[in-house]
């Protein structure tokens, strides 16, 4: 079929969900082939090809590194500075109290943002852990950010945003976390160093091997596994299960849920999740 400059066959499609399917895990149903076509056709422009059977022969053979490109070109990034509040309230009531009571020996904290995309998420998050816990109170805390996206882990590692992006942020909050850019970078804010250092930002693929052994303490995986078919969520939530600490808390996104997915976890709150064996 012809959806605009391009024709876009239902064997094209199909060889783009096998490739996404193979590598990225998620599942891509019919309703979003106009979605695919967007997005790809932009690719085709940039690379000067007439057809998507061509294209594609270049991602399968990983021709100068496309694959990458085909990658962060099918994976949705949307997020923003405390997304879902009560996760951060859940976080800075509950959730941290408990975790520096059961590791008052260790001293230690680590948290994985999974599927973090330009950072609003991980630094939502430090800085929630930096208010009840100041720097210089002897607590070694380390948060690991991924994200199969290069491209928006090297916006997220800079920490540099728009003001349009904190325009939901109270005057207190960025004030004390962020700097305001001057001259030619009058109209954008970057979180402060303090908060970037505390932060690793890497790519990974969620369903591949991870050089990560935790345990964690709390892993947030917000808007992910709803493109994983269940197979792929169950294989992935055991996983995770199996580098967390005892009660460790997994935070889930607002559509998201366990059911019939794990045992391993009961539900304690709004998509707030609590791991049990």
């Known amino acids: 079929m012809t959806m605009g400059e391009f024709i876009f066959t239902d064997k094209d499609f199909d060889r783009v969900t096998k490739l996404v399917n193979e590598r990225t895990g998620i599942v891509l149903s019919d309703a979003k082939r106009q979605m695919v076509y967007g997005r790809l056709t932009r690719r085709l422009r940039a690379l000067g090809l007439s057809e998507f059977s061509a294209y594609l022969k270049l991602v399968q053979d990983d021709v100068n590194g496309e694959l990458v490109n085909f990658v962060n070109a099918m994976t949705t990034n949307l997020t ?3 997304r879902e509040s009560h996760h951060f309230d859940y976080l800075a ?6 975790i520096m009571k059961t590791n008052a020996q260790t001293r230690q904290i680590r948290i994985w943002s999974a599927g973090c995309s330009t950072g609003e998420e991980p630094y939502s998050i430090v800085s929630t852990l930096r208010e009840i816990i100041p720097a210089g109170s002897g607590w070694d805390i380390k948060i690991l950010a991924t994200d ?6 090297n916006t997220a590692a800079n920490g540099i945003y728009t003001a349009e992006r904190v325009a939901g942020l109270s005057a207190k909050q960025l004030k004390r976390w962020f700097l305001k850019g001057k001259n030619e970078k009058t109209g954008m804010v970057r979180v402060k160093k303090e908060l970037r250092d505390l932060i690793t930002f890497q790519q ?11 345990p964690f303490d709390l892993i947030f995986c917000r808007n992910v596994v709803i493109y994983f078919n269940k197979e792929t969520q169950r294989k992935l939530v055991n996983r995770y ?24 976890f009961k539900l304690i709150g709004n998509t707030i999740y609590q791991r049990t064996s």
């Open 93 to 98: 009531n509950t959730a941290l109290p408990r």
């Open 148 to 153: 199969l996206d290069s491209n928006v882990l």
């Open 241 to 264: 299960a199996d580098i967390m600490t005892p009660d460790a808390n997994l935070f889930l996104g607002h559509s998201e849920s366990l059911f019939k997915v794990s045992d391993r």
């Open 204 to 214: 990974l693929n969620l369903m591949e091997s991870w050089p990560v052994k935790g």
């Open 80 to 82: 923003a500075f405390f």
